[in-house]
């Protein structure tokens, strides 16, 4: 694909699409701020209390990008008790994108997991573009433990998270796109879980993975595709950024 066109820089669209979403408030769930109430008291935790939850990000809601536009049958959704590791994935669609784009960008995603691949709903839980905008892929609620269709094999208790582009060695990873992963990691994980750095054992639920069914695997909290699945996603450039989101990861939920 050719190099496009950059007409305004990634933050001035980042801001324009935010503030465009903004507009239609019910989409877009609160800002980077804890809730009020209790919620205050558990972010500013002290780190040895055993507790680290992070702060809740901005996300744009698949209301804002049109996931209704895409005619599929009823997602079936499920939960987990919790989640306990982070799968980062990438999209494999085109880089340099302009990030006003990126709801067309969803929704053909969407259509290519539930026309082409015969799921009901997008796979991912998450996806997160160059400027670093949130999205809400998989529905069933971004405050709850949606079991997404991202990993096969290890699903269960984990978080789906798709950087959208193209992340093969030779890439270079935005720092917005880098920063936004490592907040949505720091709220999504289980504040009473395991270190962001650490790793976790999950149990197999496919023959496909790279696990046997019912096998228990040790796996990165913070970890990528190819950990738990015969694949080269989310790319070398990304999986060699994944240290640095587990440690920024770790740092905001002040470990």
Request: with cysteine; charged share 20%; net charge positive.
């Amino acid at each position: 694909m050719r190099e496009p066109r950059r007409r305004r820089s990634r933050t001035a669209v980042s801001v324009a699409v935010l503030a465009g979403f903004a507009a239609a408030s019910p989409w877009l769930t609160p800002s980077a701020a804890p809730p009020p109430g209790a919620d205050v008291a558990q972010a500013r935790a002290p780190s040895g209390s055993g507790r680290h939850p992070g702060p809740r990000p901005a996300i744009v809601l698949r209301a804002a990008w049109q996931a209704d536009s895409v005619d599929t049958a009823p997602p079936d959704v499920r939960y987990a008790p919790a989640v306990r590791a982070a799968v980062i994935h990438h999209t494999s669609t085109p880089n340099g994108y302009d990030c006003a784009s990126v709801p067309r960008t969803l929704r053909d995603l969407y259509a290519g997991h539930a026309y082409g691949r015969h799921w009901d709903d997008i796979g991912y839980n998450f996806l997160v573009d160059a400027c670093g905008t949130v999205y809400e892929g998989r529905a069933g609620g971004v405050d709850r433990a949606v079991v997404g269709a991202h990993t096969r094999g290890f699903n269960e208790g984990t978080v789906g998270i798709a950087a959208i582009g193209t992340f093969d060695g030779g890439e270079t990873v935005p720092e917005p796109m880098l920063a936004a992963i490592a907040r949505l990691v720091a709220w999504k994980l289980d504040p009473l879980g395991p270190d962001p750095r650490g790793s976790v054992a999950l149990v197999s639920t496919n023959d496909e993975a790279r696990y046997p069914k019912g096998a228990k695997a040790l796996l990165p909290v913070v970890g990528g595709h190819a950990d738990g699945y015969p694949t080269r996603c989310p790319g070398a450039a990304l999986y060699a950024r994944l240290p640095d989101i587990a440690a920024r990861a770790a740092r905001i939920q002040r470990r």
